[in-house]
């Protein structure tokens, strides 16, 4: 169930900033559900080999460089899905950027006191 909720609430967080970055489109809110679960698949498989195929740049750069692998991630998502556009590697590095802070923000609130 959790599952469930936390990919809804990713979802809403990428509707949310499709509306509020102009290189990013998503055409419903279906469509925001299909990418939020196709990137976490992404994230799931693609990009732990990403990571491991560009460790030595990863620590030059001191881990600037996994904002790239995140951007070609939505990129690949972009590709992948009708509906969903990011119009350059930059929106998605802004749009990778903005997602991961709104979706701590909505992942804190779920979280229970454990008292």
């Known amino acids: 169930m959790k599952l469930i909720i936390k990919l809804l609430l990713n979802a809403l967080a990428v509707f ?4 509020v970055l102009s290189g ?11 990418v939020a ?4 698949v992404l994230n799931l498989f693609v ?3 990403l990571v491991i195929f560009t460790l030595p740049i990863t620590i030059v750069t001191l881990g600037l460089f996994l904002l790239v ?3 070609l991630i939505i990129l690949l998502a972009d590709k992948l899905i009708d509906g969903f556009s990011v119009s350059s ?15 701590s ?11």
Do not use: G, R
């Open 37 to 40: 679960v196709v990137l976490s």
């Open 105 to 115: 923000i909505l992942h804190s609130l779920l979280k229970e006191d454990k008292k």
């Open 24 to 34: 990013v489109t998503v055409n419903d809110y279906v469509t925001a559900i299909i």
């Open 69 to 71: 692998i995140n951007a």
């Open 16 to 19: 949310v900033l499709a509306h």
């Open 47 to 49: 990009k732990p080999i």
């Open 89 to 103: 590697i930059w929106v998605a590095i802004l749009f990778s950027i903005l997602l991961s802070i709104l979706q």
